[in-house]
């Protein structure tokens, strides 16, 4: 098992332009999140999946924002008509609830830059 | 809604030395969980360690240990015979438990182990 791995690591975009990120959670675990995370901030909850349900949305999601979890697998978030406050890290995180409870793993993030 | 305040912005602390994080936080749940996580330059946010609410004994991880004060609402970090690699931000966070057990997080607090 590799852990919660995201792609690309880095992106660079022009304003204006459409961005997508790709999120492999680690297997099996049935309960994916997206967080958002500026610099020097904690991260901030965006959306959580259980199997591909999209069972929560932040208020901070907006309609540029739209996140899918297709077969209850990888998960993509798509941000359209970049603005230059989108910059930030946008990290995945997956659980699975156990008898001890849910525990969140997360990957290494994806930096936007809006340009 | 949930709050996790950790006040202190950055410390600074000797390689060998014990250091404590401190965290507070607020909410009105009764059932929920606190974690730390630790997030070095350029990483992953790595789990620390976590607490569950309904047990009194404190956690412990190797060097990590907690000190959970459930009346106080108050969750400090306690870095024992600190290493060089535990130079990094560190989050507190909570996790209310059911429905999404989505984290909410601190603003962090940056810690140097100087040799």
């Known amino acids: 098992d590799t852990g919660v791995s995201q792609d690309p690591r880095h992106k660079i975009t022009k304003r204006g332009q459409n961005v997508t990120f790709r999120c492999d959670p680690i297997?099996?675990?049935?309960?994916l999140y997206w967080y958002r995370q500026t610099l020097g901030q904690g991260p901030e909850f965006l959306t959580y999946f259980q199997n591909e349900a999209q069972l929560e949305k932040s208020r901070l999601l907006s309609d540029r924002f739209s996140a899918e979890r297709p077969k209850g697998s990888f998960s993509t978030l798509e941000i359209q008509r970049t603005e230059q406050g989108d910059s930030a890290m946008y990290l995945c995180a997956s659980s699975s609830r156990d008898i001890s409870g849910n525990t969140i793993y997360f990957g290494e993030g994806s930096w936007l830059t809006v340009v | 809604a949930q709050t996790v305040t950790q006040s202190q912005p950055e410390m600074s602390v000797q390689e060998a030395e014990t250091v404590t994080l401190s965290c507070t936080y607020d909410t009105s749940e009764s059932n929920y969980y606190l974690f730390w996580y630790k997030q070095p330059p350029s990483r992953q946010m790595i789990l620390v360690i976590r607490q569950e609410a309904y047990k009194q004994q404190n956690a412990t991880e190797n060097r990590f240990s907690v000190n959970f004060q459930k009346a106080a609402k108050s969750f400090s970090l306690k870095i024992s015979d600190s290493q060089l690699g535990d130079t990094a931000m560190y989050f507190c966070?909570?996790?209310?438990?059911?429905?999404?057990?989505?984290?909410?997080f601190g603003k962090g607090m940056k810690l140097t182990v100087n040799p």
């Open positions: 966070a909570f996790m209310p438990q059911g429905g999404s057990e989505k984290l909410v």
């Open positions: 297997s099996e675990h049935n309960r």
